[in-house]
Structures are given as structure tokens and as C-alpha cells.
């Protein structure tokens, strides 16, 4: 192997890596979805006709707890596919969960099928209560409506 190979194998190994790293970090920040904190999520939001709220807690949350008004409840979670042909591509997509994580991959999987406004509510329901309980017992449980699963297919 002669002297000038070595090097040039090795920067177009490393230009590769980089490739790869900017393609990735790319990727990564197109499909993330923005985060809203429970302190921004007020009536303006929660009543705004572009906003469409996606509740993907487990049934045990919403016996427990309201949820957000004018929200649409998906059981369970990890079956969101099940409902994509319901979703409104032109509105603001608000996903909330109790605790945020699920909610983030949800988000996740929303903008990856090509849904491009995509918020996840940080924190999730729980911390929105504590921190807009005015807000909670004024709105909470007000126009819910429970998605019934897609029967055409749509994925």
C-alpha cells in the first residue's frame, strides 16, 4: 500500500463520518416537533381553531383526570396509527400525555408520517394542572371527543 493511499482513504473515511453526521443532525432537527410548557398552553391556545389537541393518555389517566378541552382522545397510545386518516394535516397538532414522554414519541412518530405542525405539550397534563389549575377547573373535561379507529386503511 503506497504512502498517498493511506491518507486519502482516511479522509474520505472522515468525510464520510461527517456526511453521515450532518445528514443525521439534519434529519433529527426537521422531524422535531416544537415543545410547548405548561406556563404558554392558555385559553388562547386551548380555543384557537387551528389548534387541534391529540390526548394520548391510557384510559386509567382519564378516569382519574379531566382532560384538556376541545381534545381527541386516542386509546391506546401506541396504536396512534390507527386514527392518522382523523388528523387533521392543516392545524396545529398538540399532543399531550400525563407526564410528556409518551406524548414526545407520539410527536415524533407524527412528524416522521408527515404531519409538519407538531407540538408536544412538555411536562404533559400533570404539570399543565399544577400549573394552570385555574385554567383545569375552569375548562377541563369540556367537548372531548373519543376517536374510533380508522376503518379505510389510511397510513
Not at 433529527?28 to 381553531?49: M, R
Amino acid at each position: 500500500m503506497s504512502r498517498s493511499f493511506v491518507p486519502r482513504a482516511v479522509a474520505c473515511v472522515v468525510a464520510a463520518l461527517i456526511l453521515i453526521g450532518l445528514v443525521t443532525f439534519t434529519a433529527s432537527w426537521l422531524i422535531k416537533p416544537l415543545v410547548i410548557t405548561p406556563a404558554e398552553l392558555n385559553e388562547t391556545t386551548l380555543f384557537d381553531e387551528h389548534t387541534y389537541i391529540l390526548d394520548v393518555r391510557p384510559p386509567d389517566d382519564r378516569e382519574r383526570y379531566k382532560g384538556l378541552p376541545n381534545s381527541h382522545e386516542v386509546s391506546p397510545f401506541f396504536a396512534v396509527d390507527n386514527y392518522l386518516g382523523q388528523l387533521p394535516r392543516d392545524k396545529q397538532i398538540l399532543v399531550v400525555c400525563p407526564g410528556g414522554k409518551f406524548s414526545l414519541v407520539v410527536s415524533y412518530y407524527l412528524k416522521v408520517k408527515g404531519f409538519k405542525n407538531v407540538t408536544n405539550l412538555q411536562g404533559g397534563l400533570d404539570a399543565w394542572r399544577k400549573q394552570q389549575s385555574d385554567l383545569y377547573q375552569k375548562y377541563a373535561g369540556q367537548n372531548i371527543t373519543v376517536l374510533q379507529t380508522d376503518d379505510d386503511g389510511i397510513r
